[in-house]
């Protein structure tokens, strides 16, 4: 299809000739993020501010051309892919950290700054930024606040629209808008709060202003080996239900631990069947004694070879092996299909064994890394992307999968969103009615439907996603 | 035009207030839900007569798992209910309104009427993570779900929080709840000069581990809540060096009603910019750390006026939550409407578009 050459031409004039990528192999680039399916755009445009940013949608909105906000491509629910062709809108020149105000505990940032740099600029006033996806390296936190996104200290800290105090957005007219900002209780509905998460289908972001938080004065991280995945749940379960709520409590299994260990030598053990790493933070008195309290509740649950990290770099080196498992699970299969689910953290035993299940019954190797605290899990379903045979088993796999995850009262995404993988499956979850509550806002604010088409809301043009355009390989992802 | 009769209704199920508010709609009535009472002067004062929705008999517990730390209720709850139901389990719901006790659940999820223990907890849209609504055409929506985390779709729980039930009356809620404190631990000190008290508060703001609560008073006093482990909460209750105050005055607090009374909202280092115009004799309480204060107003209209002119200055806003219907009349309930009030009569519109909820009470 491709765009009309005199489209491509305002587009040009609204960002500059070098900012507009319309050629097919240039093109290419643009067509994943980090999911399952492809689609290229037939063009992509890199505005610089927000005024390029509504100039384009203008634009988009005059001709009906479909725009796809994109940052860093890290989504793993296809929400950046170009399903529809149009217009990829990426953000990444868009990435100054316009202001930090140690006083009032804030950052002002543009939508294509990277969550981790924005970390690394608050430490120097004491900051930090909460939310912290594995991802944080390369994600960005434009993307992040499309995504609701979640993280390891989510647990006890919130997910990122805990943490959006207010956003410039432009809707799907091209007008530009602020919604909330540094004053609570603001009077009128809460636009931002159903803006965040609404993964690019109602608004391009393009400046986020967040809440900081002072770093910790003392922080313990303790690694904990259980002989089975069962007894590790039931270990969370324990934790939680003592009244200890930990900064983050992550679960990995045998599989995943084996890899881990093979690529960062971070002193996992290998023999267990789970190991747990619990994080918590506080001032000195309360970190050792939740600590105390956590080393007597996992013992009683058959935890050992329990051990706490001494020093700033040994806690670095637990969370490096966490943070980047996916990408060392390249040693045992090239590709994987990452999924997230969440069930209430009581049921953790079941889906993990039912995950266990599916994975024998379809002899797929699986690995499980996840946010153990929060039940939300993330099994990596492990292949060979050249073993085309596979492909319908890892597919079927995955939707059994999520399928008992629903039936264990549990919902189809936990932090990665619906975007194009999970959208056929959100009848499972809510009823007409639900879903026709969510249409009436799309149809408020975008009804000529060119914010990110085909994406959240079941597409029955849609197929099912599939595998065909998966070409990453799991070691070039360092980062989930 | 003020209302003075209407039509109460009492329905038992979520299915039941659907329907009535399907029939009134259809007949062309407003619409009031009422939970508790307690918030009814918030607002403007209603543009037309209609039927009442009081939810007090949708009062039961729908769901409650401990080792889940989650919990569902119908909307007519009280607060109070489910307090005493969580605490069977060493739980809690971090909330504690003013002009407590009495507020149900839904009434507390359309005001959004918060209390001291924000400054730790944050408010409900921190930790609502289900609603089920009634919508003005008898439909029955649910969003979220019982998870504590999830991003399956549009996150609905944020259109009603706060929207005075105009997108839809609250039938059921789900929440994430937190583990009562091993220690908890209360404080206190009483200033000659505010400058002093607001030292104070800064100071205990600034501790290493933060108060769970922190109130200030036009008295010249400050009150604290330290919540954590106890060695933790005793060494700040030691470094701090106020007065250990028993935990009843918590619940003393919670009951503030003004019977003319506004809340301030500004960014939380602005908030005493504010409140330093305030005439000497006036009586307010506030919240350093959260940004929010609330005055008892015995001034004159023109103080009001002038007082919201500078919270909205700042970005913040002055908010009525009680008083009589002229008086509200008179000063505006919501003040200068946001810039993006367009959108939200949109959003508005979508939902209810004959303005059947509560007609003229909101801002949208």
Avoid at chain 1, 316 to 329: E, N, Q, S, T, V
Avoid at chain 1, 345 to 353: A, H, K, V
């Amino acid at each position: 299809m491709g765009l009309e050459a005199e489209v491509i031409n305002e587009l040009r004039r609204a960002v500059g000739r070098e900012h507009v990528i319309a050629s097919s192999n240039d093109l290419r680039i643009f067509e994943r993020d980090a999911s399952i399916e492809g689609a290229a755009p037939d063009a992509v445009v890199l505005p610089a501010n927000t005024a390029e940013v509504s100039a384009v949608i203008k634009i988009a909105a005059k001709h009906r051309i479909p725009v796809v906000p994109r940052g860093a491509g890290t989504g793993l629910s296809g929400g950046a892919v170009t399903i529809r062709g149009g217009i990829a809108l990426q953000v990444t020149r868009m990435r100054r950290i316009l202001e930090i105000d140690p006083v009032a505990q804030t950052a002002l940032v543009e939508p294509g700054v990277v969550n981790q740099e924005l970390s690394l600029a608050a430490a120097l006033h004491k900051l930090f930024y909460a939310p912290d996806p594995s991802s944080q390296k390369a994600c960005t936190i434009g993307g992040n606040a499309a995504e609701n996104s979640g993280g390891p200290h989510c647990l006890y800290y919130g997910v990122t629209t805990n943490h959006v105090l207010g956003m410039e957005v432009v809707l799907a007219d091209g007008s530009v808008h602020w919604v909330s900002g540094d004053a609570p209780d603001r009077v009128g509905l809460d636009l931002c709060g159903v803006l965040v998460g609404s993964e690019g289908t109602l608004c391009a972001i393009t400046k986020i202003k967040v809440r900081l938080l002072r770093l910790p004065p003392s922080v313990a991280t303790l690694l904990a080996a259980f002989p089975t995945i069962e007894t590790a749940s039931q270990a969370v379960s324990a934790v939680i239900g003592r009244g200890i709520v930990p900064a983050a409590l992550e679960m990995m299994d045998q599989v995943t631990v084996g890899a881990v260990e093979a690529h960062y030598h971070a002193g996992y053990p290998t023999d267990a069947g789970a190991v747990l790493l619990v994080e918590v933070d506080g001032i000195a008195e309360s970190t050792s004694e939740l600590m105390a309290a956590i080393r007597t509740v996992l013992g009683e649950n058959q935890g050992y070879a329990m051990r706490e990290a001494q020093t700033p770099s040994e806690r670095d080196l637990l969370w490096a092996g966490r943070k980047g498992a996916i990408g060392a699970l390249g040693r045992i299969k090239p590709n994987y299909y990452l999924h997230d689910g969440v069930v209430p953290r009581s049921r953790l035993p079941q889906i993990l064994s039912a995950v266990g299940e599916i994975g024998v019954h379809y002899k797929l190797p699986v690995a499980n890394v996840f946010h153990a605290g929060d039940g939300n899990l993330h099994p990596n379903i492990l292949f060979d992307l050249r073993d085309t045979d596979v492909w319908p088993q890892v597919e079927n796999a995955g939707e059994e999968m999520l399928r008992a995850v629903v039936e264990l009262g549990g919902a189809l995404s936990g932090e990665h969103g619906i975007g194009l993988e999970k959208s056929a499956f959100m009848p499972w979850v809510y009823s007409p009615d639900d879903l026709d509550a969510m249409w009436r806002v799309k149809g408020a604010l975008d009804g000529a439907g060119i914010m990110n088409p085909g994406k959240i809301f079941p597409d029955p043009e849609h197929k099912r996603p599939h595998l065909a355009g998966r070409t990453g390989l799991a070691v070039e992802a360092k980062w989930w | 035009m003020v209302v003075t009769s209407r039509t109460v209704e009492k329905p038992a199920t979520a299915e039941e207030v659907a329907r009535l508010l399907h029939e009134a709609a259809e007949a062309g009535h407003a619409v009031f839900p009422v939970g508790g009472g307690r918030a009814t002067q918030m607002g403007d004062p209603a543009s037309r007569d209609g039927i009442e929705i009081r939810t007090t008999a949708l009062d039961r517990v729908l769901e409650r798992s401990q080792a889940d730390m989650v919990v569902s209720v119908e909307a007519g709850i009280t607060l109070e209910s489910l307090q005493a139901e969580l605490g069977k389990g060493g739980q809690f719901l971090p909330l504690d309104p003013f002009n407590s006790p009495g507020h149900t659940i839904g009434g507390l999820l359309a005001t959004g009427w918060t209390g001291p223990l924000r400054l730790r907890f944050g408010s409900p849209r921190d930790f609502l993570i289900g609603i089920r609504v009634a919508l003005p055409d008898g439909r029955l929506a649910t969003a979220g779900g019982r998870v504590v985390k999830n991003v399956s779709g549009y996150d609905l729980m944020k259109l009603h929080y706060g929207a005075l039930g105009t997108m839809g009356v609250i039938v059921a809620a789900s929440f994430k709840v937190f583990p009562k404190a091993l220690h908890d631990a209360s404080v206190e000190a009483t200033h000659e000069s505010m400058d002093q008290a607001w030292a104070a508060a800064e100071q205990a703001l600034a501790m290493p581990m933060a108060p769970a609560a922190l109130e200030l008073f036009s008295t010249g006093r400050v009150l604290a809540r330290f919540l954590g482990s106890p060695d933790a909460t005793r060494r700040m209750v030691a470094e701090l060096g106020w007065s250990e105050a028993n935990g009843s005055v918590w619940t003393e607090h919670a009951k503030s009603a003004p019977s003319l009374w506004a809340r301030i909202a500004a960014p939380r280092h602005q908030l005493r910019s504010v409140l330093d115009e305030l005439q000497v004799d006036q009586q307010w309480w506030a919240s350093p750390g959260t940004g929010i204060a609330n005055w008892a107003i015995s001034g004159s209209t023109d103080e009001v006026r002038s007082i919201r002119a500078l919270a909205t200055a700042a970005g913040g806003s002055l908010v009525l939550m009680a008083g009589p219907d002229d008086f509200r009349h008179d000063v505006g309930a919501w003040g200068t409407p946001p810039a993006t009030l367009h959108l939200m009569r949109r959003l508005r519109y979508a939902f209810d578009p004959n303005q059947v909820i509560n007609p003229g009470r909101f801002v949208v």
